[in-house]
């Protein structure tokens, strides 16, 4: 065997989620919110049953898809894809819980899944509803596999819980009929759907049906994406459609949909952000299924492209409102970031898959700035609303004002027309157990990524072992890992030293472990261990000032707050109006309060800063040429995550920096 085949047949595999129960300050909250909040609430919204919120009517779409009502479809033409992500949400509670009304609500969703397909195997409400004609005629536009995909998704995630096989053998028709359709045999189309996803579905549907021709279907879309001539073009000509933008819209290149150029040819991250992210996350699967180093090469290229370039110190990307679209880089403003919530889940998933190739921390890194930042922010304390754009300044004064601000809102939102967000949320939250901990069978080793106290339960060379995470963590650095073995047993267990802290220790049983020899951010503890071993981790969590790169032209002069991966921010409940106005001395130092009552509890940050003192007669002069007195002023910082939970106002994650 080679190199190249050996490193990529032997990656790490996340453990699976029915082996995690998450017992954790921070974490166990949120979960159960989700269970117990935001899956019935969302449950509502696929029915129409939330007073004020924005109509889904998607379970009206396949009760119409079925026959078994009348009237018109409704939404956009990738409306099933929410009840997707709601059934695979549901798939993940049912992992860790039983729960028969839920279930019981989920099979019969499935039923009417069921119903609405057609003979053949095909199942999209829009097509079937509104266009029944017209299957096929606009991958570019109009979601069909995409669709698909999330359905696919859902019904893995259905089966891996719950055993019961009705939803997976009725997408598993589906991809039968897709597979009829696509492909380079003669008669068939050789193209795919202008948003990614089907491709890391089929992988998912491979996985739990062994069906190699799902894998196969997912590598043929992944390598005709971006080939000349183009699908695109192609389809458009047969539904003889004018070149003539509707309504004055620019015609959408083909770097939009991540089809410029064939996959293992592009070196930088372009187009609509979500698409993107969904697409590396298929092509890190298929360049391990298929020992691929041209994709694997690919993806690292992009990878450095995102992360060094084109990503939001939040782990937001995706900066451009304009086609939710990555620009050029270092493009990243702050009052007009997009930084679609959705973008930074799918981040996630491609961090975690690189991941389990690489080995390295880094990807580890982005995937918790991502979780603690970027994602979370999307939705409210008490689950009921949510953020579509995660911008990083705002100034409500100007949002009824600005095009640049017209999608920036100041609260979060019950529900979405395009409601993409708020279910992805959802399963997100409750998969959060298959991030945490990795294991690669043939070398005998356990990573642990993520610092979320949990109980984890798995094999090891035939040892069952019990590994049981206590941490406070984003608060502070103390984790310990205990482990529970009816043997001794010889293994390796790597703890990840993430990339923000500077000074760490690692003990076993007491005794301090050299954790200079780290292999990519990972402290590798290979010996035999015995019942009760227990490992401790201590990691210094300052407060950091965060200098952006000198190209970042839009935080010149200023510097952002981070403790541990949690970044911060300013409120004007807490520091009053303007706060652009704030100047940060370069010696600033702040203390780290836990406050209990905020936010559910979090550590705050206070500290001093200066602001322009405005005298008496001068507060009606638009200009003047003697600058204002500096006069301090208290601070406090609260975690980004968390802004708009209260009173709506001025936010801000950068802060003008005094030199």
């Known amino acids: 065997m080679s190199k190249l085949e050996n490193k990529l047949n032997l990656p790490l595999k996340a453990v699976s989620l029915k082996q995690v129960t998450i017992q954790d300050d921070f974490w166990s909250s949120r979960e159960k919110n989700v269970i117990e909040t935001v ?94 004609n017209a299957r096929w005629t606009n ?27 009705k939803f997976l053998n009725i997408m598993s028709r589906y991809a039968d009929y897709i597979a009829t359709v696509f492909g380079d045999e003669p008669g068939k189309k050789r193209g ?42 192609q389809e458009a000509n047969e539904r003889d459609e004018s070149e003539v933008p509707a309504r004055g819209k620019k015609k959408r290149e083909y770097d939009y949909f991540q089809a410029h150029l064939p996959v293992r040819e592009q070196k930088t991250a372009e187009g609509h952000a979500v698409r993107a992210v969904y697409l590396y996350s298929a092509m890190a699967d298929l360049a391990v299924d298929y020992n691929d180093d041209s994709l694997l090469q690919a993806c690292k290229q992009l990878w450095n492209d995102v992360v060094r370039r084109k990503m939001y110190v939040t782990g937001g990307i995706g900066s451009s409102e304009y086609e939710e679209r990555f620009t050029v880089p270092f493009d990243l403003p702050n009052n007009r970031a997009y930084t679609e919530t959705c973008a930074a889940i799918g981040l996630m998933f491609w961090a975690q898959r690189m ?149 760490a220790a690692i003990t076993v049983n007491g005794q301090e472990t050299d954790i200079s020899q780290q292999e990519k951010g990972y402290v590798k503890i290979q010996r035999t261990w015995q019942n009760g071993d227990r490992i401790e981790l201590v990691m210094d969590m300052p407060v950091e000032i965060v200098h952006p790169h000198p190209n970042l032209r839009e935080n010149a002069g200023k510097v952002a707050l981070q403790r541990g991966p949690v970044v911060y921010c300013l409120e004007e409940e807490d520091n009053g109006p303007n706060l652009q106005d704030i100047v940060l001395p370069s010696d600033a130092e702040f203390d780290v309060h836990f406050e209990k009552g905020l936010f559910g509890g979090v550590s705050v940050l206070t500290g001093s800063g200066l602001r322009s003192e405005v005298q008496a007669g001068d507060e009606h002069k638009l200009y003047t040429t003697q600058a204002f ?28 920096n005094h030199n």
């Not at 995550?641 to 001025?650: D, K, L």
């Open 355 to 503: 991941l389990q190739i690489e080995k390295d921390r880094e990807y580890a890194d982005v995937m918790e700035l991502a979780l603690y930042n970027g994602v979370l922010s999307g939705i409210s304390l008490d689950g009921k609303s949510y953020f579509y754009v995660n911008p990083l300044e705002v100034w409500p004064a100007t949002a009824n004002f600005r095009h640049d601000m017209s999608t920036v809102k100041v609260t979060r939102q019950p529900w979405f027309g395009c409601a993409c967000c708020p279910p992805n949320i959802a399963r997100l939250i409750a998969s959060l157990g298959q991030y945490i901990y990795s294991k690669n069978d043939s070398d005998r080793e356990l990573y642990v990524h993520l610092y979320i106290g949990s109980k984890l339960e798995l094999e090891i060379d035939g040892h069952r072992v019990q590994v049981t995470q206590q941490a406070n963590y984003p608060w502070n650095g103390q984790v310990s890992l205990e482990l529970t073995l009816e043997q001794s047993a010889d293994f390796a267990v790597a703890v990840r030293v993430p990339g923000w802290c500077r000074n």
């Open 192 to 233: 795919y759907d202008g948003h990614p996803e089907v491709e890391l579905a089929l992988v998912k549907l491979y996985q739990a049906t062994g069906e190699r021709k799902y894998l196969d279907l997912s590598k043929f879309f992944i390598d005709e994406r971006g080939q000349k001539p183009h699908f695109f073009d």
């Open 39 to 132: 899956v019935p609430y969302q449950w509502k919204a696929l029915n129409d049953e939330i007073p004020g919120a924005e109509p889904s009517h998607t379970i009206e779409n396949f009760r119409l898809a079925a026959g078994e009502a009348e009237g018109e479809y409704y939404g956009m033409v990738f409306q099933d894809s929410d009840l997707g992500k709601w059934l695979e949400t549901v798939g993940f509670v049912l992992s860790g819980r039983r729960d028969p009304e839920l279930e019981s609500i989920a099979d019969n969703v499935i039923d009417l899944l069921g119903r609405a397909q057609q003979p053949d195997g095909y199942l999209n409400t829009y097509y079937i509803v509104k266009e029944p």
């Open 629 to 656: 007195d500096k006069v301090a002023a208290p601070l406090k910082a609260i975690p980004y995550f968390a802004w708009s939970n209260r009173t709506p106002g001025e936010m801000t994650v950068w802060i003008r």
């Open 139 to 165: 991958l570019r536009d109009n979601h069909e596999l995409y669709c698909a995909g999330h359905l696919m998704e859902a019904s893995v995630a259905y089966y891996e819980a719950t055993g019961k096989r």
